[in-house]
């Protein structure tokens, strides 16, 4: 997909905690992704396109968590190091974070109250729209969770979405999951390249 003004990029979770060898929930792999995504950055500027973020910014203690009952290590703790952009991204347009309340949900779109099953928005959408978006590029971590989510809510919404892939990593929490991401990346219409 050609960047432009009607395409954005959206940039998710490219955090300490997924992308640095460090980090809690590291990615294997994960730092190829931040020198493409840099890439990207500097193409969707150049052709004039919006550059969005979003940043999983969690209580210390959500049922998201292994100790409380879900199935993550403990990670990206809101401000946390943990939890910053990594320190090499250019950060040129909004930043929207997800889960700040203890919901779980992976979609940059929205976020899921675990208690009560409610599912409510995030204002990604409607940044979107005001910038007047109609396709958008996911990238970042991880393929199989937050960018496969994000990018299968922006087709439901209606937008054209292409997922470069040498810009996002799985994680495999369960191993297949990568390949499951591409499948239903694939089912969705999503161009994948
Ligand atoms: C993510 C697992 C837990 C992600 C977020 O950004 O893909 N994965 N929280
Ligand atoms: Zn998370």
Redesign the pocket.
Known sequence: MNFGPGVALVV??LQND?ADPRGS?YVAGAESVVGAVGELVDRALAAGSPVLYTQ?WHPPHTP?FAPDGGI?PV??VAGTWGAELVPSLAVVGPVVRKGTGGEDG?SGFSVRDVSTGEVVATELDRLLREAGVEAVVVCG??LD???KETALDAARLGYRVAVPLHATRA?ELHPGDGDRALEALQSAGASLS
């Open positions: 998710v979770d997924f929930l999983d998201h993550w990670h990206c992976y971590l991880a969770y937050c960018v994680v």
